[in-house]
Structures are given as C-alpha cells and as structure tokens.
C-alpha cells in the first residue's frame, strides 16, 4: 500500500478549491457487485470527472442518476451512510469478510473531505465488526489509515492512483 508522504499531505492541504457536496439520502448500502464482491458507495457522482471515459458516470448517466459530466462532478454524499451501514451490519455482519470502497466513486475525492471523512468512518466500522476494506482512489490515501488503534492492521487493502489534477479544478461551483 502506498501513504501519502508529508509533500503530498502538504499539497492536498493546499488544495486551492474546496467543491461544495450536496447530499441524498437512501434505503441501503452494502450491495454485491455483478464482479461478485461486496461493495459500498456512498457518494454519487465524483468530482475526479476522470475523461477515459470513466463507466461508473456512463452507467450513471444511462440510469438517471447523472444528467451529464457536470452534474456527475458534482458528488453528493449519502447522508445517512453510517445509519444504513450499522443497520446492514447488525443483519449480516458474521457473514462477511471484506468489502469494498468504492466502485462507482472515490472514496478519497481530492478537494471533498467530508467524503474523506465519511470513508474513514465507514472502514472503522467495517473494522470493528471484523471486516476488511479494501480501497480504490484516485486521490490520495489519508495517513489517518495507518492508525492502528482506529484500524485493524492487515485489514485494509490499499489501491492508490493520484491524479493530482487539483490544478485543473473543474469542479468548482
Ligand atoms: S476517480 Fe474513478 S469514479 Fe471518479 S471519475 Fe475517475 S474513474 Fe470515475
């Protein structure tokens, strides 16, 4: 796994934007993924705007949760995420073993740190009941991962993949 150094941290604390989240509210989050793994996504839409072209936005928009690139960049955060998670984890928490963040989002979203601070919450959920994470961004993994009293050891699966393209911010309302 790689963490974010301290120039990195510095960068992202120098984010010259700070893009503005909405937030919807739903009826579940834990779901099994059609490439058979358990996944969260609580944020709809991502503000990365990634151009290669991204699926997670053309399968949102050909189901009518993204009208279009702008709309998908602008993220709205699932705000009782937490809720449903607990909820979902008193049902079937025994039976799991990893879960993962995310693959319609990202769950580090550079320049949205509620996003960030809804992820760690969710993950140290997962972990107190035992269960793993693993994580996908395109922003940067937060330091805050590698607290041992907050997380398990071993328990999160790490994949990062920086963008830094807070240069270029397109995101901004
Ligand atoms: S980071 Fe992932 S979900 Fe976000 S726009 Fe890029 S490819 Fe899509």
Redesign the pocket.
């Known amino acids: 796994m790689r963490w974010q150094s301290a120039r990195q941290l510095a960068l992202v604390e120098d984010c010259p934007y700070e893009i503005v989240v909405d937030t919807v509210r739903r009826k579940s989050l834990l779901y099994r993924s059609g490439l058979g793994f358990l996944c969260i996504n609580h944020v709809q839409g ?1 503000a ?3 151009k290669y072209p ?1 699926y ?2 053309m399968m949102a928009k050909h189901h009518g949760r993204a009208r279009d690139e702008a709309d998908w960049r602008h993220p709205r955060l699932v705000e009782n995420a937490i809720e449903l998670l607990d909820r979902e984890l008193d049902r079937k928490g025994d039976k799991l073993d990893c879960v993962h963040l995310c693959l ?3 769950p580090f979203m550079v320049g949205c740190p509620e996003v960030s601070v809804m992820s760690l919450a969710i993950i140290e959920r997962l972990n107190a009941r035992g269960v793993r994470a693993s994580v996908l961004t ?1 922003g940067l993994l937060p330091i805050d991962l590698a607290d041992d009293r907050r997380f398990q050891r071993d328990s999160i699966l790490g994949i990062n993949w920086p963008l830094a393209r807070w240069a270029t911010p397109r995101s901004r309302r």
């Open positions: 991502c990365h705007g990634c991204c997670a936005f319609t989002t990202d395109k």
